[in-house]
């Protein structure tokens, strides 16, 4: 555990910065690289605790991996290559590592065993377990495989059509990659779009992929060809000082290269509909993804609603964006959001339970919350829960507060953002 006391700022945030790369898509350069049949150099790569889970479950396999400063370098051999790992494999907190490379495990020819920290052990695994048994995967875990440990024997998968009965980009991304080892046609169908970043990373490595409406392809009768990545910056990092500029009176940040895609944009979005000011600009694209600079400007913030088809496209932002909205006049409601209570914690609960007791008033519901503005934010002792994005918003929090806030444990926070706090002194000036 380490504790944090963080004390008030006194001064607008000012500036500009760059946040570290996404993390969704760093997991997926390593897994395709890796997959794939050649060098994969991919730069602004995320150098993180759970990024780290993915790479070394392909060392474990057999892959070699480069590490530089933020690049990462992948000589990939293809899925031929790979080979069973004398050792259990651990995906640490992980969920992206733990889903994404279920469906991988599955499609490998061999035996595996996984486990994952405290945290993740109590998440559940059957969302992409049960598909990948209905390919044709062995899996053995408590609860009939729905929690990790769990033991996999791969191969001989058959390609299914799968209704996705979760709002889930790592569901649909696990059901994909075991199309990739399949025999026939994978297809995943969504009633609400996720965040397509595999998709996009597949078509740029090759493979025989085609997304129509909400009907994704894939077929095994492609092998992947290694094709350089350019990591975008992590929208969901950005979102913390996003949320500090819309709330920290006379504030003006800039914020390069960050990840635009549409299925992840929905803070711009609904920051922008309470009242911010936001513009980008320098748009540009690579390896299908958009990217640009986002400037953000501090105006007074009106209450919201946010559900339906737009949660998915902020579903990380939720916690950070309640305290958006304690500082917003009226009320804000947020619902459909069920899948908060399934993350790294239960997001609704913790959320509305560490802001409230600092002075906020938010209302737990099933699917999401209530938040009444405006709230004076008091400061005092608050709890993450081993939560990363839990202990980045109660620091953003803090920069608001009227006295000092004390976070229980800011250690979490190396799981996706480990210069987190450089980065926040550099813009607060302090
Ligand atoms: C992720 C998908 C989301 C998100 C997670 C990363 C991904 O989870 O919350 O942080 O990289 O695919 P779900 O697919 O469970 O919604």
């Known amino acids: ?10 001064s607008p945030i000012t500036g500009e910065m760059q946040v570290p790369g996404d993390k969704s898509i760093s ?51 293809g899925t031929s290559s790979l080979l069973e790992p004398e050792e259990p494999i651990y995906f640490g907190n992980s969920g992206t590592t733990a889903r994404l490379m279920l469906g991988v495990l599955a499609g490998l020819p061999f035996f595996t065993s996984a486990y994952g920290d405290p945290h993740l052990t109590r998440r559940p695994m059957d969302r992409v377990v049960k598909p990948l048994s209905t390919m044709g995967g062995h899996f053995d875990g408590r609860n009939n495989g729905n929690y990790l440990p769990l033991a996999i024997r791969g191969g001989n998968l058959q390609g299914i059509h799968y209704r996705l009965p979760v709002k889930s980009a790592q569901v649909k991304s696990a059901v994909l990659l075991g199309g990739l ?16 970043h595999t998709e996009n990373m597949l078509r740029a490595f090759g493979a025989d992929i085609t997304a129509n409406g909400h009907s994704i392809q894939v077929s095994s009768d492609k092998s992947l060809t290694a094709a ?51 513009h980008i600009t320098n748009k540009q694209t690579t390896g299908g ?18 559900e339906g088809d737009m949660i998915p496209r902020l579903i990380d932002e939720i916690p950070v964006l309640a305290l958006a909205a304690t500082q917003a006049d009226g009320e804000t409601k947020i619902r459909d959001a069920e899948e908060l209570r399934l ?24 699917d999401g919350m209530v938040i009444n503005g405006t709230s004076v934010l008091t400061g005092g002792r608050t709890i993450t829960y081993n ?32 210069d987190f706090f450089q980065h926040l002194r550099r813009i607060t000036h302090s």
Do not use: C, W
């Open 27 to 77: 997991h997926r350069s390593i897994i395709l690289g890796a997959l794939a049949n050649g060098t994969t150099t991919i730069t602004q790569f995320l150098t993180s605790e759970d990024t780290r889970r993915t790479i070394e479950a392909f060392r474990q396999m057999g892959t070699l991996i480069e590490e530089n400063e933020t690049s990462l370098i992948i000589h990939g051999k």
């Open 343 to 366: 993350k790294e914690t239960d997001r609704i609960k913790a959320t509305a339970d560490e802001l409230n007791r600092i002075g906020a008033s938010i209302r737990p519901t099933d």
């Open 387 to 418: 939560d990363h994005r839990m202990a980045m918003m109660l620091a953003i929090a803090s920069l608001i507060a009227e006295e000092t806030l004390v976070i229980d444990d800011i250690s979490p926070i190396a799981i996706s953002y480990p």
């Open 1 to 10: 555990m380490s504790e944090m006391a963080l004390t008030p700022i006194s």
């Open 289 to 306: 993804e958009p990217l640009g600079d986002i400037t953000i400007r501090q105006r007074p913030l009106n209450g919201t609603v946010i």
């Open 181 to 196: 080892f399949a025999t026939g046609t994978t297809e995943v169908i969504e009633e609400t779009p996720s965040r397509n």
């Open 228 to 278: 350089d990545v350019a990591v975008p910056g992590d929208i969901s990092s950005a979102a913390f000082f996003m949320v500090a500029a819309a709330i920290v009176p006379g504030s003006e940040l800039t914020l390069r290269r960050v990840g635009l895609n549409h299925s992840r944009t929905g803070i711009m979005d609904v920051l922008s509909s309470m009242g911010t000011e936001i």
